[in-house]
């Protein structure tokens, strides 16, 4: 589904402004994919490559089989059409409550008003959130806006979520609900990068790919939970 092919990203003619440097890197649909590293590694440049908000200085990132570095305005606006894409600071709109925000990628597609509102609710019961549908984002907990954001991602019903740090300055309960919340789409087929410094929201199972200094540097597994088995009595 995504496709990075000896991909590198310079930001200036200097090499020490690379963010990417000759990455290979191959994600299959429905996979779940979290990004490692610290501050500087890559890994916000990467997720905004395959949103192609930035574009490679040389190779090719592909999603979907369509070289983003090739797509016109239209192509473009139906790539990001099937991402969803989560960032550290939420941005919402402190003058419409909940729903209008979440509302918004809807309006913009041409979605009628009322399927508009049925998906956009229906995105934030997913995310335990229906019961602020009203609310004044600026009244929510920085976990609850982060999911609001998250129910704005999902509403388009994407093949792919980018999230970047989406759980960084949360206190562990409010990051475990954000987490649940993507594994919930992860779950349904839904195909999710998720990127951060935070080995504790590791799912068993999901694939972590390690960066440093712009460079692939660990392509690994989280091992399953062990079984538990029952002590006879």
Request: hydrophobic share 45%.
């Amino acid at each position: 589904m995504i496709e990075f092919r000896h991909v590198t990203k310079r930001y200036a003619k200097d090499a020490t402004t690379t963010a990417l440097f000759d990455l290979n890197l191959s994600v299959a649909k429905g996979e779940l994919v979290f990004l490692a590293g610290p501050s500087g590694a890559g890994k916000s440049t990467l997720l905004k490559m395959i949103a192609a908000v930035e574009r490679p200085s040389s190779g090719s990132v592909e999603v979907n089989g369509q070289d983003i570095g090739r797509l016109n305005a239209t192509g473009l606006a139906y790539l990001r059409r099937n991402l969803g894409l989560i960032l550290q600071q939420q941005r919402l709109l402190a003058d419409r409550p909940v729903l209008a925000n979440v509302l918004l990628p809807l309006i913009v597609t041409g979605t009628p008003r009322d399927e508009a509102e049925k998906r956009a609710r229906a995105a934030l019961d997913k995310v335990g959130l229906l019961d602020k549908a009203q609310a004044d984002p600026l009244s929510l907990s920085g976990g609850e806006q982060q999911r609001v954001s998250i129910a704005r991602a999902i509403v388009n019903r994407p093949q792919i979520i980018l999230a970047d740090e989406p759980t960084a300055n949360l206190d562990r309960v409010s990051a475990g609900k954000v987490i649940d919340a993507l594994k919930a789409f992860h779950a349904v087929g839904v195909t999710c990068l998720i990127s951060t410094h935070d080995d504790n929201i590791y799912q068993p199972g999901a694939r972590v790919i390690h960066l440093a200094q712009g460079r692939l540097v660990g392509d690994t597994q989280v091992p399953q939970a062990a079984p538990q088995t029952q002590v006879a009595s």
